[in-house]
């Protein structure tokens, strides 16, 4: 039973602490998928972080923050396109260019504003998400088995983490059910077919790259405003490189994703649970606990970049012929 216990408990943080890395996987994918590589979700998740919880801190609404946040992301993701599709520039130079911008931005205006050495004051009452706790979750957390499961690993999770999970058969659903999703794969796959189409290439590049900068913006917000209290310095922590390869690992689709998402989000769960895990008179370090999941990032990119094969046009920019 005591094991049970802790697979719940185990699982409850898997959830928790996927939900940035789907939201953001789901976000790359979008954009990679209409041609446009992003390597720049890191950087507007960052973004969305500290303006969702600084906006959360001075005005004591999380919404308000949320949209502060989705509002940064999307104007890094104007600059992504800007120079990818407009100015047609290399798409991974300006990726890491927002990274850049992101990572010193938030700190000098975070210090410039609140002088906490690049924090933002924690967040409490209604300048964070609260858990929803389903009906009768308290009554039948005592049954066996059943009740666990649902008052504790399905149950008490903030609105983004639904929101997160709710986004992966809506993404299928607009790729593969819609004529929007069938003309961005098809701009990913072969942009001069659609533009003979008579369908502008570039208003279905923008519109991806706008979607990618709401979703990292939700990821963003859910870490300052929902997973912790408050912005630190580079609280992301790779969260975006490991979207990536969780992207790569998926083969560009929306349900493996979440389960590539939800494999890295247990390695840092246990990591968080299990710390210098004795073997046999041989203990295992909590900094090695810590850095599995980016092991296991680079053996993912290692092993699987050369038989994931990506949309065929991506990180081409597109010329219009005469």
């Given at each position: 039973m005591e094991f049970f216990v802790t697979l719940i408990q185990v699982l409850d943080s898997t959830i928790r602490l996927s939900t940035p890395l789907l939201l953001a996987c789901?976000?790359?994918?979008?954009?990679?998928?209409?041609?446009?590589?992003?390597?720049?979700?890191?950087?507007?998740?960052?973004m969305s972080a500290f303006f969702s919880a600084a906006i959360a801190a001075v005005t004591g609404s999380v919404w308000l923050g949320?949209?502060?946040?989705?509002?940064?992301?999307?104007l890094l993701s104007g600059l992504h396109g800007l120079a990818s599709i407009t100015f047609r520039g290399n798409q991974l130079i300006s990726g890491v260019a927002i990274n850049f911008l992101a990572s010193g931005l938030t700190v000098l205006v975070a210090q410039s504003w609140f002088q906490q050495g690049g924090r933002t004051?924690?967040?409490?009452?209604?300048?964070?998400?609260?858990?929803?706790?389903?009906?009768?979750?308290?009554s039948l957390s005592g049954v066996p088995i059943v009740g666990p499961i649902y008052s504790e690993l399905l149950s008490g999770h903030s609105i983004l983490v639904y929101v997160a999970f709710l986004m992966v058969p809506a993404t299928w659903w607009i790729l593969y059910r819609t004529r929007f999703g069938l003309r961005l794969r098809a701009v990913g796959e072969n942009p001069a077919?659609?533009?003979?189409?008579?369908?502008?290439?570039?208003?279905?590049?923008?519109?991806?790259?706008?979607?990618?900068?709401?979703?990292?913006?939700?990821a963003g917000a859910y870490l300052a405003t929902a997973l912790q209290a408050g912005f630190v310095k580079e609280m992301t922590a790779g969260r975006g490189f490991i979207a990536l390869a969780a992207l790569i690992f998926a083969k560009w689709r929306p349900w493996h994703a979440m389960w590539a998402?939800?494999?890295?989000g247990l390695l840092q769960a246990i990591a968080l649970r299990f710390q210098n895990i004795d073997l046999g008179g041989v203990v295992i370090?909590?900094?090695?606990?810590?850095?599995?999941?980016?092991?296991?990032?680079?053996?993912?990119?290692?092993?699987?970049?050369?038989?994931?094969?990506?949309?065929?046009?991506?990180g081409e920019p597109y010329v219009k012929e005469r």
């Open positions: 789901l976000a790359g994918l979008f954009s990679e998928r209409a041609g446009i590589f992003d390597i720049g979700l890191e950087g507007k998740m960052l949320l949209l502060a946040g989705i509002a940064s992301s999307l004051p924690s967040l409490f009452g209604g300048g964070r998400f609260e858990p929803i706790n389903f009906p009768f979750a308290e077919a659609v533009d003979t189409a008579g369908v502008s290439v570039v208003g279905l590049r923008f519109a991806a790259v706008a979607i990618c900068g709401v979703l990292c913006g939700i998402c939800l494999l890295f370090p909590v900094q090695v606990m810590d850095a599995l999941p980016y092991i296991l990032t680079v053996v993912i990119l290692a092993g699987f970049v050369g038989k994931a094969i990506p949309p065929r046009a991506g």
